[in-house]
């Protein structure tokens, strides 16, 4: 069920890997992006990601009711004064994946349309995301598949026919190695919008590596999310929460987002396999578990009593549910109180 982008195996029998998604939070500011991009791979992520359109190609410039935003976090602006305001110029982008290759990170982006599929393709990127807005954009989605490269779909305001369906197309177009993003199309989202529950479902019932776009203002979902089965994190990354861009507020900022790859690389190693075996951290606590000792010094030959045994700690002798196993026995050497009991030593 594995995939691979960029040389980096991801699925369950590897650490999540944790996309740090740029969005807007460049605010407009080429250098602010390569910052972004630094403090990202510092931070400890495995892949950076960027949205690749223009306005233009996303909406109409247009002040009909249909293309005004009403509420929420952008409320007032038009979808095109939005657009505006949040995309990643295309003449930057050479410069991004310039600079993902000299700090070694990988680097790949959100295509909005064929002409983004296309220029994407021409600087070799090394796989692609489906925005959630665009999972229901079935001819973008076997334009990306056509490309032969990983896709990687999230699956926000989509319900389980509209995931099949976009899962269909992306095998239809080619796409070999396919991942899907459980996620809530909240700005922020609460956590309790999430359904973590639906994760392992989607393992289920679509059989991919599966994982989570969030938009909650901690870590605790994506925590979370790995020990029911998420392979892929992602998460918005800020320089600094209150720089008042499109999506600022709800991303986290460099010392957060490097407790997230910590902290979900250590929830996967923590669900290790089923093993019932002791472990190596415990192996200096036997002394903390009970036995069976010797309470009284006692001459070969003798035969071992309740009264001349107990089940003490430390943990070196017969187990204590081994008791009527010990009393009666016949002592073959003598021993002194504190002896723990072994077997070899009555008959």
Avoid at 56 to 85: M, V
Avoid at 164 to 187: K, P, Q, T, W
Avoid at 236 to 263: I, K, N, Q, V, Y
Avoid at 318 to 332: A, T
């Amino acid at each position: 069920m594995d995939i691979e982008i960029a040389g980096r195996k991801i699925g369950p029998e590897h650490p999540p890997f944790v996309i740090c998604e740029l969005s807007a939070n460049h605010n407009g500011n080429l250098q602010t992006a390569l910052r972004l991009m630094d403090e990202a791979k510092a931070a400890g992520a495995d892949a950076i990601k960027i949205q690749t359109y223009r306005p233009d190609t996303i909406t109409l410039k247009s002040d009909a009711p249909d293309f005004q935003i009403a509420d929420g976090l952008w409320q007032g602006r038009t979808l095109y004064d939005l657009y505006e305001w949040a995309h990643t110029p295309w003449e930057w982008h050479e410069a991004l994946f310039a600079h993902a290759r000299q700090i070694g990170v990988t680097l790949f982006s959100s295509p909005f349309d064929p002409t983004a599929v296309e220029l994407l393709e021409s600087l070799g990127t090394p796989a692609y995301k489906i925005a959630s807005f665009e999972a229901v954009d079935l001819p973008l989605i076997r334009t990306v598949a056509a490309t032969g490269k990983p896709m990687i779909i999230s699956t926000g305001m989509a319900d389980d026919e509209e995931i099949a369906e976009a899962i269909a197309a992306a095998r239809e177009g080619g796409c070999r190695e396919l991942a899907i993003l459980h996620c809530v199309s909240g700005y922020p989202a609460p956590a309790a919008d999430y359904s973590l529950k639906t994760i392992p479902d989607m393992i289920s019932r679509f059989g991919l590596v599966t994982g989570l776009s969030d938009h909650t203002l901690d870590n605790t979902t994506a925590i979370a999310s790995v020990a029911l089965g998420a392979s892929i994190i992602e998460k918005h990354f800020t320089l600094d929460r209150s720089g008042r861009g499109p999506d600022d507020s709800f991303s986290l900022e460099p010392p957060e987002f490097a407790a997230l790859c910590r902290d979900a690389r250590t929830a996967w190693d923590a669900l290790g396999r089923v093993d019932y075996g002791r472990k190596s951290s415990e192996q200096g606590n036997v002394k903390f578990r009970r036995s069976l000792y010797f309470v009284r010094d006692m001459a070969a030959g003798s035969i071992i009593s309740s009264e001349d045994v107990r089940s003490i700690r430390p943990g070196y002798g017969i187990s204590p549910k081994y008791i009527q196993d010990v009393v009666g026995r016949k002592l073959m050497i003598s021993v002194k109180a504190g002896t723990p009991t072994n077997r070899k030593i009555f008959k």
